[in-house]
């Protein structure tokens, strides 16, 4: 018959008392209580903490302590799956899909080179196009083409650099501009002793940004495209 153990609380068969009768032999059967019939709980439905098992009633000191969902994610404190309610964010994670990226910050002062040398021309001139964000600036390889201007190339960018006395004219700065063209790049053109007029009256209507370099290292723009360059850089 069906006997709960009073320690475990385990219902199972166990074998109904016998004490036999020392005098004739006859056994006689100690009447045992029948289980009382339990109400079968659910798997799933139980309260959370109650130490339940499966086919008991639960303690009623249990009942009411926490609620847990038939899909047995808690008290809808998340989902169970490390995502947070509707609303709220987890730590790390941004305010929201529409918050804007910050934007940049101003670029530092640039640091000119002193110019005593064409050498000195080329290295101010390579590190102002490094400054105004152009990447991986230098001189091409090979041998290069007899002329008074220096090239230096970067991604998306055809320079030259005149560090000779005399001004840049007009066919200067249309070589750089068909180089430029050419590798569908940004022409740019930097000179030591300034242009003609006709070499800055093409150069605008080309759109090719025209700088000045004096002895102190500072390249300076003197047309329209090349303020658009130092404001708004590679």
Do not use: H, K
């Not at 530092?108 to 005593?116: G, H, K, L, N």
């Not at 390249?219 to 590679?234: E, K, W, Y």
């Amino acid at each position: 018959m069906a006997v709960r153990c009073a320690a475990c609380a385990r219902v199972s068969e166990w074998p109904q008392p016998e004490v036999g009768c020392t005098s004739c032999g006859t056994v006689a059967r100690i009447p045992v209580r029948p289980v009382e019939p339990v109400e079968r709980v659910e798997p799933g439905s139980c309260a959370a903490g109650g130490g339940v098992r499966e086919g008991l009633r639960p303690r009623p000191d249990a009942q009411g302590q926490g609620e847990v969902r038939g899909d047995g994610r808690g008290d809808g404190r998340g989902d169970g799956r490390g995502r947070a309610p509707a609303g709220q964010s987890r730590p790390g994670e941004s305010g929201g899909a529409g918050t804007p990226a910050p934007a940049p910050g101003p670029r530092p002062a640039f640091r000119p080179v002193t110019i005593r040398t064409a050498r000195d021309a080329v290295a101010t001139a390579a590190l102002y196009l490094r400054w105004l964000g152009f990447q991986d600036v230098r001189q091409p390889d090979g041998r290069p083409i007899p002329s008074a201007a220096v090239d230096l190339r970067a991604p998306g960018l055809v320079a030259q650099v005149d560090p000779t006395t005399a001004p840049a004219g007009l066919r200067a700065v249309e070589c750089v501009w068909l180089n430029g063209l050419t590798a569908s790049a940004t022409s740019v053109y930097f000179s030591l002793a300034g242009y003609t007029q006709d070499a800055r009256s093409r150069a605008d209507d080309l759109g090719i940004p025209l700088f000045v370099m004096d002895l102190t290292g500072v390249p300076q723009p003197v047309n329209d495209p090349a303020d658009a360059l130092v404001d708004t850089g590679a």
